[in-house]
């Protein structure tokens, strides 16, 4: 076996620009390392790819020999699918340029880069598009599945501000995908995942949005959350576009709370404001006459960092799991199971956190049939997240998030595919609704017929 895996590699070697890795080499660990530490699997071969010619090269070897597939860029599936054991990576991640156009606000974008590459790149002339909230996030997966960030209420989603893409088919070849070339893959791209091919290039539209923001929270005991948690959805019905209602519980050792409050039970209501702070302060009024917090932040600070912000809680370290759902209302029924974790009295130990973040604006005002991203009705997004370092935690931890996603699940309309984890073929059908599902297995049938790219959240070809 040792010896077809080094002569794979040599043939691969041979014809790639970029370098191959086997599981002796240095910096095969690393390459196969992904975002949840729960996955521990092993490729026969990693393609270090430096272009799309690589890419192309790779996914026809991987063809010729029977290997499975795996496209790693980010690495944040909590699944990990991007990494196949036994199979091939196809890691876009030296591809990784992002190159500015202040003039035309554009942004040309290789498929391995992450989302502080655009960041950075686009705010060098105060530019910028809607990108996650976690900037080690990659580009391509974020945009492929919709692509929500604080930009998404002015702006629309990620995926809504592309207007091109460089596809590398699973027959291996290339194509471009517009409005008026490949127009049925390019509405595909725009929501569908990675179900039909490898996008080694994006071009998008870039804004004038100013470097600078402004974050808000309130925190009080959960026990007194509710009203609170009333008032703040209905003041999300007037909010201004360039505001983000968030909510969140669960516990926290952060240090702008006090030491008393630190890994006790909180619930937090706010927004962010993508834009001038002093604007956003106008909403403070409001949000504070909801109730008296135990603890308030109220933070002025530069874009950049705001889309960093989380990038320690949300790094490569922990194992993970996690369950999310949209909500197109947030009755107060469910607001109380929000803030019950799942739990009849909200108590215990070994509990996922979880967040609200608010859609509506300009998500809703593109046309549910113009991509295939299936939520344009969704006021609120939820995600129960469990990270835990303990193997031994692993079932209890798993199971508190599938009792809160369960909990919640009556009130759901449907799911957000970059959200799901393990729903498989159910959560497929939460995620499209039946027309536009039926409309993706066609796409399927056209550009994937044999289901060459399957590790993914699947749209499996008829």
Known sequence: MARQADELARSLGD???????????????????VWNAMVDRRPQLIARCTGTGDVVTAVRFAREYGLEIGVRCGGHSVLGLSVPE????????????VRIDPEARRARVQGGALLGALDLASQRHGLATTAGNVSHTGVGGLTLGGGMGWLARQHGLSCDNVSAFEVVTAGGDIVRATETENADLFWGLRGGGGNFGIVTEFEFRLHRTGTRALLADLFFPVAEA???????????????????????????????????????????????WAGDPDEGRRLLPSLRSLGRPVAERVEELSYLALQTIEDSIEGHALRRYWKGHYFAELPDEAIHAYLSRGVPDGAGELLPYASLQAYGGAIADVPDEAAAFS??????????????????????????????????????????????????????TRAYRPAKLARLTVLKDAWDPDNVFHLNQNIPPS
């Open 226 to 272: 509710l009203p609170v948690f009333q008032g703040w959805r209905d003041l999300n019905t007037t909010a201004p576009r360039a505001a983000t209602f968030t909510a969140w519980v669960g516990e926290s050792d952060a240090s702008f709370l006090p030491p008393g409050l630190r890994g006790r039970a909180l619930a937090s209501v706010g927004f962010v």
């Open 86 to 97: 036994g199979g091939l990576i196809i890691d876009l991640r030296p591809m990784g340029g």
């Open 375 to 428: 939520q344009r009705d969704a006021m609120f997004e939820f995600v129960a997240a469990a990270g835990w370092t303990d193997p031994a935690e692993d079932d209890a931890r798993i199971g508190a998030a599938r009792r809160y996603g369960a909990a919640l699940e009556r009130f759901a309309t449907g799911a957000y595919i970059n959200a799901m984890s393990d729903e498989g073929a159910a959560g497929i």
């Open 15 to 33: 014809a790639l620009e970029g370098r191959v890795l086997l599981p002796a080499d240095a910096g095969y660990d690393e390459a196969r390392q």
